[in-house]
């Protein structure tokens, strides 16, 4: 079974900036595209940011020029470099496969951004 655990998330002050890590665990990593999605409160969780397996990167409009996806296959991890962040990026971010997610979840980790 797949595991995915989030981290790196936390409290931060408009503008500054957080990285984010997901270790999976229980699949072929490097053969499977991947994704950041986040849920803020009372939202449908959305898709941020996707790379796959060959490299190719797609972002969310809403995080074009400020978040950057990346993965180390040695290491079975997927990142999310969050710069520039906004009140609105509040959430709990996830990753998982994409777009065809596995069936489990991790818990996400509590992205905070406020003065």
């Known amino acids: 079974q797949v595991q995915l655990v989030e981290s790196g998330g936390g409290l931060v002050q408009p503008g500054g900036s957080l990285r984010l890590s997901c270790a999976v665990s229980?699949?072929?990593?490097?053969?499977?595209?991947m994704g950041w999605y986040r849920q803020a409160p009372g939202k449908q969780r959305e898709l941020v940011a996707t790379?796959?397996?060959?490299?190719?990167?797609n972002y969310a409009d809403f995080v074009k020029g400020r978040f950057t996806i990346s993965r180390d296959n040695n290491k079975n991890t997927v990142y999310l470099q969050m710069n520039s962040l906004k009140p609105e990026d509040t959430a709990v971010y996830y990753c998982?496969?994409?777009?065809?997610?596995?069936?489990?979840w991790g818990q996400g980790t509590q992205v905070t951004v406020s003065s």
């Open positions: 998982n496969r994409a777009p065809k997610n596995f069936d489990s």
């Open positions: 229980g699949s072929i990593f490097r053969l499977q595209p």
């Open positions: 790379k796959t397996v060959g490299g190719s990167t």
